[in-house]
T-cell receptor, first 115, second 113 residues
Framework: AQTVTQSQPEMSVQEAETVTLSCTYDTSESDYYLFWYKQPPSRQMILVIRQEAYKQQNATENRFSVNFQKAAKSFSLKISDSQLGDAAMYFCAYGSTGANSKLTFGKGITLSVRP | DSGVTQTPKHLITATGQRVTLRCSPRSGDLSVYWYQQSLDQGLQFLIQYYNGEERAKGNILERFSAQQFPDLHSELNLSSLELGDSALYFC????????????FGPGTRLLVL
């Protein structure tokens, strides 16, 4: 079974600075997808970024980028120029494409942004 | 707004009761997924339906069941409710599978007293 580990329960960043959120996963599959979701206080789950495992190029979405290290099974999220609105819980998720296709989530990390 | 709708937003009920949560996927999406988010278990996948058929199953209790109707909306039925079933229940949809992004609804907050 796949597992997703987010070892840091909380992080804090100064507004306009850069922060990196860590995520590791365990799998024996070769074809899979990785996601970062943001959950603000409203509890809505919002997609931040996705990465296909077969792509070597790291995904980027505006101020958000990932560092995908397939061999190390690591998928970290970098947030540049942090804004107050970035304060939220962030979940790393693994998407299995096998017979029991599903998303497996990590426990999440709470990011606070200091003004 | 993700385009996925869920009703009701909040639900308060008593132990032993049965409730039904409803989800309408984004236009064009054929897959619906149900997730449970609780403090102790985190976000857990419950079940997936694709075009009316069950496709994948996660940690769904036998007291829980789901279905997807011909118009593609889905219902999650929770019966013989226990205090521990109190959680936020999310529905998500995608075109077909995890290969595409899943878009989440706003969730239904269930409180069992």
């Amino acid at each position: 079974a796949q597992t997703v580990t987010q070892s840091q329960p909380e992080m804090s960043v100064q507004e306009a600075e850069t922060v990196t959120l860590s995520c590791t996963y365990d799998t024996s599959e070769s074809d899979y997808y990785l996601f970062w979701y943001k959950q603000p206080p409203s509890r809505q789950m919002i997609l931040v970024i996705r990465q296909e495992a077969y792509k070597q190029q790291n995904a980027t979405e505006n101020r958000f980028s990932v560092n995908f290290q397939k061999a190390a099974k690591s998928f970290s999220l970098k947030i540049s120029d942090s804004q107050l609105g970035d304060a939220a819980m962030y979940f790393c998720a693994y998407g299995s494409t096998g017979a029991n296709s599903k998303l497996t989530f990590g426990k999440g990390i709470t990011l606070s942004v200091r003004p | 707004d993700s385009g996925v709708t869920q009703t009701p937003k909040h639900l308060i009920t008593a132990t032993g009761q049965r409730v039904t949560l409803r989800c309408s996927p984004r236009s064009g999406d054929l897959s619906v997924y149900w997730y449970q988010q609780s403090l102790d278990q985190g976000l857990q996948f419950l079940i997936q339906y694709y075009n009316g058929e069950e496709r994948a199953k996660g940690n769904i209790l036998e007291r829980f069941s789901a279905q997807q109707f011909p118009d593609l909306h889905s219902e999650l039925n929770l019966s013989s409710l226990e205090l521990g079933d109190s959680a936020l229940y999310f529905c998500a949809s995608s075109v077909e599978s995890v290969r595409e992004t899943q878009y989440f609804g706003p969730g239904t907050r269930l409180l069992v007293l």
